[in-house]
């Protein structure tokens, strides 16, 4: 879901709509993923060779309390702006983010929720291994 939100949000609307590109939302959409995979492939490097610094599992953990809300409304926002723009090339086009727009908002929320869920899972494993 993540690969094919990145996808649209790239190919479909940006590279369609290349005035986008130029807009905050844009910027803040890039912000958000960059620092969310460099964190996440941060933890995993560190998980694989057998080290796993607390600060890396702090991050990978709490970081997305702020990054997903920021990378999602930049997506949303993006959509949003893409289509007026899209209605001009072909209704079907509108119509298509429209409903993208619209799973957008109760996806946003399962996901959130999920990764809410996750981080409760490590954390208190964490207080586990420290207490014994």
Do not use: D
């Not at 910027?27 to 796993?52: D, K, N, P």
């Not at 926002?77 to 983010?97: G, H, M, S, T």
């Not at 869920?117 to 490590?122: F, L, T």
């Amino acid at each position: 879901m993540q690969v094919a939100s990145r996808l649209l949000l790239v190919w479909a609307v940006v590279n369609t709509f290349p005035f986008l590109a130029k807009s905050a939302g844009y910027s803040s959409m890039l912000i958000a993923w960059s620092v969310t995979e460099v964190v996440r492939y941060s933890y995993f490097t560190f998980t694989l060779s057998g080290f796993q610094p607390g600060i890396i599992s702090w991050l990978r953990y709490n970081t997305f309390y702020v990054l997903y809300p920021l990378g999602i409304s930049s997506e949303c926002w993006l959509i949003y702006k893409a289509i007026e723009p899209a209605r001009r090339v072909r209704q079907e086009f509108a119509w298509a983010l429209q409903l993208i727009l619209f799973i957008y908002i109760p996806g946003s929320y399962v996901l959130f929720t999920h990764m809410m869920a996750q981080r409760r899972k490590v954390m208190r494993g964490k207080q586990v291994q420290k207490a014994e």
